[in-house]
DNA sequence: GGGGGGGGCATTGTATACAATGGGTCGAGA
DNA sequence: TCTCGACCCATTGTATACAATGCCCCCCCC
C-alpha cells in the first residue's frame, strides 16, 4: 500500500471511530508534522476525504471533519435501503457455506464489542457486515459506493444514533444469515430492508433548523 | 466557480466529448501551460477525475483517460439498472406539467443532435436526460452518483456502443415522459429498466482478452 | 464602556525547485 | 545484424518558499 493510502486510510479510521470528532479541524501542518511528510501529501488525502464527505474543506479556511446534518442522514439512510435489499439478489447466488461461517464469525465480534460496551468498535464491525456483504454481489462499483455509505453510516449513528439503534443488530444480523443459507431470498430482501429502515426511524433528528433563520419573519412584530 | 472547478468541467467536458478519448494522455506540464496555472492545481484537478473513474493514474507515469474495459462497462450498466428504474417512484409525487416540457424540450434537443450526426452531442444529451431525471428524485446523493455514472456511460458508449444504441434513444425518452405524465409509476419503471438493458445488450464487447495471457499455458509444448 | 478599525498571527493557496523514476535511444560487443 | 546495457531526457513525486486570506486581539476613539 502506498504512503499515501495508509495516511488516508488512518485518518479515516479515526474519523469513523469518532477519534476525531464532527466539527473537528484538521490543519494540515499538524497533520504533516505528525505522520512526517509535507503538506503537500496531507493535502492530497484532505481533498480525497472531502470528495467522499468525510471531511468539508471551505476555502482558505482549511478542513474539518463532517458534521452530517438532518437532510444528509436520512438521503444517505434511503440511499442505502434503495440498494441492499436489492443486492441481496445478486449475491444470493454466490452465497456458500465457506461465506456463512466468515459471516457468523463477524457477528460474534460484534456482539462481544456491543457486550462490552465499544460502541466505537460496535458500530464499525456493523458497517463492516454490510459492506462486506455488498462485495459479495459482484458489482464492484456498487460495492464501493455501499461500503462508503456504510463509514458515512457510522458517522451518522455516532452523531444521531440511540444505543438502541445500533446495539439490536447483533442479534439481527444472526437472523439474515439464517435466511441467506435458506437461499430465501425474498425475505432476506425483505429483512434488509427492514432493518435499514429500522436504523433510520430510530436517528434522533432534532428539528431544530440551525441554518436558514428567517430573522425578517422572526423579528417583525 | 472556483478556478479548480472551471478546470474540472474543461477538461472533463472534453474527455465525455471524446475531444480527448480514452487512452490519451494527460501530461501535467502541457495543462498547465494551457490553462496558465501551475502543476499544483492541475494535479489537484487529475486526482479527482481520478477518484472519479474518468483517468488512469498509474504512478510515476501519470494520467491518461480512463479506457474502461468489458467488466467495467456492464457494472456501469449494471449499477444503473438497480438504481435509476427504482428512482421513478420517488420522482413520480413531484412531477408536474413544468417538468415535463423543460424535458420534452430537451428530447427535442437530442433528436436534432442525432439528425444531424453529431454523435458525441447526442450521446452527452442523452446521459443529460438521465441525470437531470434523476436530480428530481430529490436525494442529492444518489442523484450524484447517477450523474457520475451516465458520464462513465458517456465513455463506455463511445467507445462500445453501436450507432443504434445511441440513436434510438430519442424516440424512447419521450415515451417515457408520456408514462410519467401519465403518473403509471409501475409502466415507468419497466420502461426505465427495459431501456437499460437494452442499452447493456446493445454493446459490443469483443471478449478478446488483452491482458492476463497465459505465457505459461500458451508456450508449454 | 462599547464599538469600530487596524495590525499581527495562524493557516491555507499557489508556484517553483529539486529528487526520483521510467522509457527511449544510442552504442558496443558478439 | 541483433541484443544487451548504459546513459539521457521527459515526466512525475515531494518538499519548500512565498503570497494571500481570514480571524482574533488590542487599541483608539467616540
Request: with cysteine; aromatic share 6%.
Amino acid at each position: 500500500m502506498s504512503n499515501d493510502e495508509k495516511i488516508y486510510q488512518q485518518i479515516l479510521k479515526a474519523i469513523i471511530e469518532h477519534q476525531l470528532p464532527p466539527g473537528a479541524r484538521l490543519p494540515e501542518d499538524s497533520l504533516a508534522v505528525a505522520f512526517g511528510v509535507s503538506r503537500t501529501g496531507i493535502r492530497k488525502v484532505l481533498q480525497r476525504l472531502a470528495l467522499e464527505h468525510f471531511v468539508v474543506i471551505v476555502k482558505n479556511k482549511g478542513a474539518q471533519v463532517n458534521r452530517p446534518n438532518e437532510t444528509e442522514a436520512l438521503e444517505v439512510l434511503d440511499s442505502r435501503i434503495l440498494i441492499e435489499p436489492q443486492l441481496i439478489h445478486e449475491l444470493l447466488p454466490h452465497w456458500n457455506t465457506t461465506h456463512s461461517q466468515t459471516f457468523r464469525t463477524m457477528v460474534q465480534e460484534e456482539n462481544s464489542a456491543e457486550q462490552n460496551s465499544q460502541l466505537a468498535d460496535s458500530i464499525q464491525l456493523t458497517a463492516r457486515f454490510h459492506y462486506e456483504l455488498a462485495k459479495l454481489s459482484g458489482n464492484r462499483i456498487l460495492a464501493a459506493f455501499v461500503e462508503q455509505l456504510c463509514y458515512r453510516s457510522s458517522l451518522i449513528l455516532a452523531a444521531y444514533g440511540t444505543r438502541g439503534s445500533v446495539s439490536c443488530d447483533g442479534g439481527d444480523h444472526s437472523k439474515l444469515l439464517d435466511l441467506l443459507d435458506k437461499k430465501d431470498a425474498n425475505n432476506a430482501e425483505k429483512w434488509m430492508r427492514d432493518h435499514l429502515k429500522h436504523i433510520k426511524a430510530s436517528l434522533i433528528l432534532e428539528s431544530r433548523e440551525e441554518q436558514n433563520i428567517d430573522f425578517k419573519r422572526l423579528f417583525s412584530r
